[in-house]
């Protein structure tokens, strides 16, 4: 019966996005889209991040997106799905959180719609996980100037970053720096000792116990081998007497080893390792990979009193639809074979059954609009949410249940966002 309330709240609460539509979310008002999404059909285009939603005045073919809120048509940015009155001239997303984008065009860095600095574009460079960049003159971090830093010998391994002179967090300047090396982003050495780092002030702590010439880096990850064990961040794994050498590194949090699949620290040996590759790496908590045989979907499941475990789920995708990888998976589409519907590269039903249930034309169909199933406070609730989607077709709004058993229910002639 719990279940059954908390799902009607759901329904209630998602009907009522577009009442707030007309101002900027923070991240606080996001309930249950925090991923920003451009929605684009056959003559219409949408936005939706947090309560976000709006229409997009944008011709759908111009549109490029590129990820976390940024799009152009080749004329104006979008950002949000609100056009800038900026030209695009080697546009690109840097680095995004929660609150922020950093981006760059020209010769500008931006944080949203906001113009930080003017940089060097033919020498600028990310670093590690994008928070840094650098030119021929100048580091920044987000985007803000660090007074200086010397950009020639500045180095970023997550979550530190230093010069020849200093070590920093941000931008602030935290210890003075000889040698340091990351040893897995936890993990960090100088010449003669080894060090963890907190999670709350990024301080190094000193490791007695540890000798440099035993901690070894996997380069590209956030794994290292440790007095012969294989660590991820700071969880040891059971995964010992390993040479670095046998080592691929599928992802920062991914890799193989001879025949076994290691992610987020934990193995299987359910697919062929020596043919996967990612195909996306959208997201903290999931994967999407394949290998010769399938295409499966990776996580880590968590259960009460008992151990973590590697589920792996094979999926199927669009065969039409190019596949590649993408960090940032921000848009959304209607796609066709001969028997079935598919939203982006996964399946939503079959053309049968949107028939059967009342759109008569499904390849005349819109998406406009996607609403994240959630529960709030079920941690010992394994059972998948369900997603939700509003279509349009000339009949008006429909919703169309995805999970464990699909429905699509007539909303009517109109529908209020």
Not at 281 to 286: A, L, T, V
Request: charged fraction near 25%; aromatic fraction near 12%.
């Amino acid at each position: 019966m719990k279940k059954v309330l908390i799902l009607i709240i759901i329904l209630k609460t998602t009907l009522s996005f577009g009442q707030v539509s007309v101002k900027e979310q923070t991240y606080s008002d996001c309930k249950y889209l925090n991923t920003p999404n451009y929605i684009i059909n056959k003559t219409n285009v949408y936005f939706e991040k947090c309560a976000i939603h709006r229409k997009v005045n944008v011709t759908p073919k111009a549109l490029k997106t590129l990820g976390k809120s940024l799009a152009h048509d080749g004329r104006n940015i979008f950002y949000n799905g609100i056009r800038i009155n900026i030209k695009p001239k080697n546009l690109k997303p840097i680095f995004a959180n929660r609150y922020d984008l950093i981006w760059i065009n020209d010769n500008s860095i931006y944080k949203n719609t906001t113009k930080l600095n003017t940089i060097d574009y033919d020498t600028f460079m990310t670093l590690d996980r994008g928070s840094y960049t650098k030119d021929k003159a100048r580091v920044f971090y987000l985007g803000t100037l660090i007074k200086g830093a010397d950009p020639k010998s500045f180095v970023s391994q997550y979550p530190l970053s230093y010069d020849k002179n200093f070590v920093y967090s941000g931008t602030k300047k935290i210890k003075k720096k000889g040698y340091l090396k990351s040893i897995n982003g936890y993990f960090f050495k100088d010449h003669r000792n080894v060090y963890t780092t907190s999670s709350y002030d990024y301080s190094l702590k000193l490791v007695p116990s540890l000798k440099t010439e035993n901690c070894i880096s996997i380069e590209g990850s956030k794994y290292g081998i440790v007095n012969d064990t294989l660590f991820f961040l700071d969880k040891k794994t059971k995964i010992a007497n390993l040479e670095a050498k046998d080592i691929n590194v599928i992802d920062n949090d991914l890799l193989t080893y001879k025949n076994v699949l290691i992610y987020k620290g934990l193995a299987t040996g359910k697919i062929d390792t020596h043919s996967i590759r990612v195909i996306e790496g959208n997201s903290d908590y999931q994967k999407i990979i394949s290998d010769k045989n399938k295409t499966y979907k990776i996580s880590i499941e968590r259960e009460y009193n008992n151990p973590d475990y590697i589920q792996i789920v094979p999926i199927e995708l669009n065969p039409k639809k190019e596949i590649t990888y993408n960090t940032h998976y921000d848009k959304t589409q209607l796609f066709y074979d001969k028997t079935h519907v598919f939203l982006n590269t996964q399946p939503l039903a079959t053309i049968e059954f949107f028939i059967a249930k009342g759109i008569k034309k499904p390849r005349d169909m819109e998406i406009v609009s996607v609403l994240k199933g959630y529960r709030p406070g079920c941690s010992q609730d394994h059972t998948p949410g369900s997603n939700y989607y509003i279509l349009k077709d000339t009949a008006g709004f429909w919703e169309f249940k995805l999970s464990r058993e699909n429905t699509l229910t007539y909303i009517g002639k109109t529908y209020k966002f």
